[in-house]
């Protein structure tokens, strides 16, 4: 994750209903370290974008209701991957989803743009700006 204060390690899970964002936590004892979930980001709002910036190719950055970021992976090989997966699983939730709609509303139109204050802003770092 990129932020003001610098580049994060965090862990995302991608799961068939919801992507999970994730932290290691150290224990009292320092003897392990586990996975604490910050958030859990409904695929039903989650929008994915590649900046076209040729300085940021290892970069992508989600938005949704819950939390938005951007992220970067550590070569275009592996973000090439999370944008697939990201992509599929939520064609396929919005796919699966769509099955339980009443017949006039068997086509619903994906969310393009979110109003102000519907979802988290996504922070840009100054020299991308």
């Not at 396929?92 to 709609?101: E, G, Q, V």
Request: aromatic share 8%; hydrophobic share 35%; with cysteine.
């Amino acid at each position: 994750k990129i932020s003001r204060k610098g580049i994060d390690a965090r862990y995302f899970i991608l799961l068939t209903d919801c992507l999970l964002y994730a932290a290691y936590t150290a224990n009292m004892s320092l003897t392990s370290a586990s996975l604490k979930v910050s958030y859990t980001i409904p695929l039903n709002h989650l929008q994915i974008q590649v900046s076209p910036s040729e300085d940021s190719q290892k970069e992508f950055s989600i938005t949704s209701n819950v939390r938005s970021c951007t992220l970067r992976a550590r070569n275009v090989h592996e973000r090439n991957g999370w944008l697939e997966a990201l992509n599929s699983a939520v064609e396929d939730y919005r796919s699966k989803k769509a099955t339980f709609l009443p017949a006039d509303q068997s086509h619903p139109q994906p969310v393009l743009a979110y109003m102000i204050g519907d979802c988290a802003p996504v922070w840009v770092p100054d020299h991308h700006v």
